[in-house]
């Protein structure tokens, strides 16, 4: 059989690639040869990577960009072999790593990505070039199972993995002397068997890099750092969804906890008590990103929270945000009153403090004095005067409201309206010609109104005040690279928007999963909103002794879109599914 028709042992051509690809009618015939031609006698660059930078579209049924991706997965089937994406962080380093050398790795452009019993997983870029997998089941004792990946991702992750499991290595061997404190309350019959690591030794402060490089790049909003009985586990939220992505020595993962307090400004030798700390940094692309640490002391050691926050968030529109065109325009009419209190509902994490950031950063004008009292401050904005509750020397919010009206402000903003000391002196500051926006925790916007009352605010000075009620919650979006056309199920539709009788989409889009988004099938989140304007009718019912079923009847004969309504919209619309809406949205007679 000649060698154009099955290479052996020969690493892949241009010229061959462009066959196959026009044999299989992925490009023009015309097309290979002039490419081929133009390229005739270059070496060094991988064919792969030289076809993906013309930029070609398929011309198979669905049409798509020729990426190194796309055509290492094209090529994965031609021959025969399995292909495999390489995602850092599904790869165990510590164990790929010690599989082979990494000069043995780089000469052959091969890459561990899998270690099993008696197996082991190694992604190659040249399907034909198999000499060396004899020889090493042999040194090995390990049979060898060999899968396709872009040449791209074995270049770039291949000097990554050694590099961190060296580090991990060394850094477990490293000691700073004598232990600081019982970090774990099982070392008290084991003290002195585990040290800790000098947080500025230069491999720690690698790992440190290297956790919030991937966490960027994986768009995280939290990093969590947990110790266990043995090991340390770190897990990225991505789209309010926990991913394990790590397994550490319990004394890198303390290593690393100690190095980010010492960038956080916090005491690393306090491990008994919570502490709060915060880091600013600048990610690969050169965007500023800022960090809020938040330790807790657990049996097994010192717990460390990072929420990631990105300054961009803030110069999104409402829209971006996934408010409607009838809710922007709500809600801007609210936010241009000169004075009153508007509220925002929802449970932790529900996007409250990103609509009032980014309200405030359109609100906050050369003309216009902007005060904020949070706890803590999520992000530091420079149009805004931010004041960090403390309640230790007794600043709490009602003390720092009370503060804030002594500094000639236009707009307030209060983190969180917690007691009836923060309520009152809220109404206040309505009351004195100032506009106030503030976050309450309740299931949906009429509950707002009961918890005031239950506060003890009477009904004649919400009636003052108030100008309206959003409740909000997050919702994944589908991934727009692999959403498909899908049929909806007429009941569970009909139970998302009773009693409202919404009518049944002709069609939905469904959630099938691909590399862009992780195969979860969604990327990213919006929100959904419940908008409630205290009317004149609401107040006539709230100066009555009126109960939350009233307020809710009249808030939607008066046209309020309940979460779940508001959910449907965008299920209606290809933007998420139905049980992502049932999942985050509560059903309109419920609340929490």
Same mark, same amino acid.
């Not at 031609?78 to 790869?91: C, E, K, N, V, W």
């Not at 791209?152 to 000691?175: C, H, K």
């Not at 010492?262 to 491990?271: A, C, I, N, Q, S």
């Given at each position: 059989?000649?060698?154009?028709?099955?290479?052996?042992?020969?690493?892949?051509?241009?010229?061959?690639?462009?066959?196959?690809?026009?044999?299989?009618?992925?490009?023009?015939? =015309?097309?290979?040869? %002039?490419?081929?031609?133009?390229?005739?006698?270059?070496?060094?660059?991988?064919?792969?990577?030289?076809?993906?930078?013309?930029?070609?579209?398929?011309?198979?049924?669905?049409?798509?960009?020729?990426?190194?991706?796309?055509?290492?997965?094209?090529?994965?089937?031609?021959?025969?072999?399995?292909?495999?994406?390489?995602?850092?962080?599904?790869?165990?380093?510590? &164990?790929?790593?010690?599989?082979?050398?990494?000069?043995?790795?780089?000469?052959?452009?091969?890459?561990?990505?899998?270690?099993?019993?008696?197996?082991?997983?190694?992604?190659?870029?040249?399907?034909?070039?198999?000499?060396?997998?004899?020889?090493?089941?042999?040194?090995?004792?390990?049979?060898?199972?060999?899968?396709?990946?872009?040449?791209?991702?074995?270049?770039?992750?291949?000097?990554?993995?050694?590099?961190?499991?060296?580090?991990?290595?060394?850094?477990?061997?490293?000691?700073?002397?004598?232990?600081?404190?019982?970090?774990?309350?099982?070392?008290?019959?084991?003290?002195?068997?585990?040290?800790?690591?000098?947080?500025?030794?230069?491999? #720690?402060?690698?790992?440190?890099?290297?956790?919030?490089?991937?966490?960027?790049?994986?768009?995280?909003?939290?990093?969590?750092?947990?110790?266990?009985?043995?090991?340390?586990?770190?897990?990225?939220?991505?789209?309010?969804?926990?991913?394990?992505?790590?397994?550490?020595?319990?004394?890198?993962?303390?290593?690393?906890?100690?190095?980010?307090?010492?960038?956080?400004?916090?005491?690393?030798?306090?491990?008994?008590?919570?502490?709060?700390?915060?880091?600013?940094?600048?990610?690969?692309?050169?965007?500023?990103?800022?960090?809020?640490?938040?330790?807790?002391?657990? =049996?097994?050691?010192?717990?460390?929270?990072?929420?990631?926050?990105?300054?961009?968030?803030?110069?999104? &529109?409402?829209?971006?945000?996934?408010?409607?065109?009838?809710?922007?325009?709500?809600?801007?009419?609210?936010?241009?009153?000169?004075?009153?209190?508007?509220?925002?509902?929802?449970?932790?994490?529900?996007?409250?403090?990103?609509?009032?950031? &980014?309200?405030?950063?359109?609100?906050?004008?050369?003309?216009?004095?902007?005060?904020? #009292?949070?706890?803590?401050?999520?992000?530091?904005?420079?149009?805004?005067?931010?004041?960090?509750?403390?309640?230790?020397?007794?600043?709490?919010?009602?003390?720092?409201?009370?503060?804030?009206?002594?500094?000639?402000?236009?707009?307030?903003?209060?983190?969180?309206?917690?007691?009836?000391?923060?309520?009152?002196?809220?109404?206040?500051?309505?009351?004195?010609?100032?506009?106030?926006?503030?976050?309450?925790?309740?299931?949906?916007?009429?509950?707002?109104?009961?918890?005031?009352?239950?506060?003890?605010?009477?009904?004649?000075?919400?009636?003052?005040?108030? %100008?309206?009620?959003?409740?909000?919650?997050?919702?994944?979006?589908?991934?727009?690279?692999?959403?498909?056309?899908?049929?909806?199920?007429?009941?569970?539709?009909?139970?998302?928007?009773?009693?409202?009788?919404?009518?049944?989409?002709?069609?939905?889009?469904?959630?099938?999963?691909?590399?862009?988004?992780?195969?979860?099938?969604?990327?990213?989140?919006?929100?959904?909103?419940?908008?409630?304007?205290?009317? #004149?009718?609401?107040?006539?019912?709230?100066?009555?002794?009126?109960?939350?079923?009233?307020?809710? =009847?009249?808030?939607?004969?008066?046209?309020?879109?309940?979460?779940?309504? &508001?959910?449907?919209?965008?299920?209606?619309?290809?933007?998420?599914?139905?049980?992502?809406?049932?999942?985050?949205?509560?059903?309109?007679?419920?609340?929490?």
């Amino acid at each position: 059989m000649s060698k154009e028709v099955r290479p052996l042992e020969a690493r892949l051509t241009l010229v061959q690639l462009l066959g196959w690809l026009a044999q299989d009618g992925v490009i023009l015939a =015309a097309d290979a040869e %002039l490419l081929a031609g133009n390229r005739k006698g270059e070496h060094g660059l991988y064919p792969l990577v030289l076809i993906a930078e013309q930029k070609w579209l398929s011309r198979t049924l669905p049409a798509r960009l020729l990426t190194v991706e796309y055509l290492t997965e094209w090529l994965a089937a031609r021959t025969g072999m399995a292909y495999f994406h390489i995602d850092p962080l599904q790869l165990n380093f510590g &164990s790929v790593a010690n599989v082979v050398s990494k000069s043995y790795a780089e000469r052959l452009k091969i890459m561990p990505v899998k270690v099993g019993e008696g197996e082991v997983v190694i992604a190659t870029s040249e399907p034909f070039v198999t000499d060396w997998v004899a020889e090493l089941e042999r040194i090995l004792n390990l049979k060898i199972t060999r899968v396709l990946a872009s040449p791209l991702d074995i270049n770039r992750y291949l000097p990554e993995i050694y590099s961190l499991a060296n580090s991990v290595q060394q850094a477990s061997r490293a000691r700073a002397g004598q232990a600081v404190g019982v970090q774990n309350f099982e070392q008290l019959v084991e003290l002195g068997k585990n040290k800790n690591l000098d947080a500025n030794e230069q491999h #720690v402060v690698t790992l440190v890099d290297w956790l919030f490089k991937y966490a960027f790049e994986q768009r995280a909003s939290d990093i969590h750092l947990e110790p266990r009985r043995d090991i340390g586990i770190v897990r990225f939220r991505i789209d309010g969804v926990l991913h394990q992505v790590y397994q550490l020595p319990v004394s890198v993962n303390n290593a690393i906890t100690n190095r980010i307090k010492l960038l956080g400004r916090m005491d690393m030798v306090e491990k008994r008590r919570p502490q709060d700390g915060r880091i600013k940094t600048v990610s690969a692309s050169g965007d500023e990103i800022e960090l809020r640490l938040s330790t807790m002391p657990t =049996a097994f050691g010192e717990k460390l929270v990072m929420r990631i926050f990105d300054p961009e968030i803030l110069v999104k &529109s409402f829209a971006d945000l996934g408010f409607s065109r009838g809710q922007t325009a709500l809600w801007d009419q609210w936010t241009a009153q000169p004075c009153g209190i508007i509220l925002v509902t929802g449970p932790t994490g529900s996007g409250k403090t990103t609509t009032l950031y &980014s309200t405030l950063k359109q609100l906050a004008t050369p003309e216009v004095n902007v005060c904020t #009292v949070e706890d803590p401050i999520e992000m530091i904005e420079p149009a805004f005067n931010q004041m960090q509750v403390q309640q230790n020397i007794g600043l709490n919010f009602a003390t720092g409201v009370r503060t804030l009206l002594r500094q000639d402000p236009d707009i307030i903003m209060v983190g969180e309206i917690r007691d009836a000391e923060t309520a009152e002196m809220a109404i206040q500051a309505a009351l004195t010609g100032h506009l106030v926006l503030s976050s309450l925790h309740t299931g949906d916007a009429p509950s707002a109104i009961m918890r005031l009352h239950e506060l003890g605010v009477p009904s004649y000075l919400l009636n003052s005040t108030l %100008l309206g009620v959003m409740a909000q919650r997050l919702v994944r979006t589908l991934c727009p690279h692999c959403k498909a056309a899908g049929k909806i199920n007429t009941d569970e539709w009909q139970e998302l928007v009773r009693p409202w009788q919404a009518p049944v989409p002709p069609s939905v889009s469904v959630a099938t999963g691909c590399l862009e988004c992780r195969m979860t099938g969604y990327r990213g989140r919006t929100g959904i909103y419940e908008m409630l304007p205290f009317s #004149v009718d609401m107040q006539r019912l709230v100066s009555g002794v009126a109960d939350l079923a009233a307020i809710k =009847a009249l808030a939607i004969k008066e046209g309020m879109k309940p979460l779940r309504l &508001s959910g449907a919209e965008k299920v209606a619309a290809g933007l998420t599914t139905l049980a992502e809406v049932v999942k985050v949205a509560p059903p309109f007679e419920s609340s929490f």
